[in-house]
């Protein structure tokens, strides 16, 4: 019995003290920059996948639908200039397929990956690398708009570009 109490004050004091709280070896009270000379807490890397993304144009559906629409073509066009570009070309892009929120879930996950598929078919008809881009689908999951009329959900019928180092 004494060897058990001895055993478990032993364990006791080595969880408790084996696990000291270190205090931060850098200052973090002063202005940081990274090796790319930023200040404002992005990398160049950083700042350019940004650009990419916001420079992206999203793709919109009809109801129902995943067949690209003739009105999107040019989006299809202007995405695959851009991701072709040669500051561009050493990522891959993820295309992230959307529904309103009309259906089952399933079906809305598949109806998402259809639309992110033809899309990802429409970049590669434009000379993208088919290796370079990867699909995934956010069903309903995922809306940019949570009213419940036509053009909100219209806006939630898309497909959306994700830039990956």
């Known amino acids: 019995m004494g060897k058990l109490a001895l055993t478990s004050l032993a364990v006791a004091v080595l969880v408790l003290t084996g696990c000291s709280q270190k ?5 973090m009270t ?7 000379g930023t200040t404002d807490g992005m990398s160049a890397l950083q700042k350019l996948i940004a650009s990419l ?4 144009k ?3 559906f009809d109801f129902d639908k995943y067949n690209v629409r003739k009105d999107q073509q040019a989006n299809i066009d202007a995405n ?3 991701f072709n570009s040669a500051e561009a070309k050493s990522f891959s892009i993820k295309v992230e397929g959307n ?3 009309f259906g089952t879930d399933e079906y809305n996950y598949a109806l998402g990956l259809k639309r992110a598929k033809s899309v990802k078919d429409g970049l590669v008809a434009k000379g993208m690398v088919a290796d370079r881009v990867t699909v995934v ?10 009213e419940h009329n036509k053009d909100c959900w219209s806006k939630n019928r898309r497909a959306e570009f994700k830039v990956l180092p």
């Open 53 to 56: 993304e916001a420079n992206s």
């Open 99 to 101: 529904c309103d929120e």
């Open 23 to 27: 205090s931060p070896e850098v200052d």
């Open 30 to 36: 002063k202005g940081t920059s990274d090796t790319k």
């Open 58 to 60: 999203t793709i919109y």
């Open 80 to 82: 695959a200039a851009l």
């Open 137 to 146: 689908s956010y069903g309903e999951s995922n809306p940019a708009c949570t």
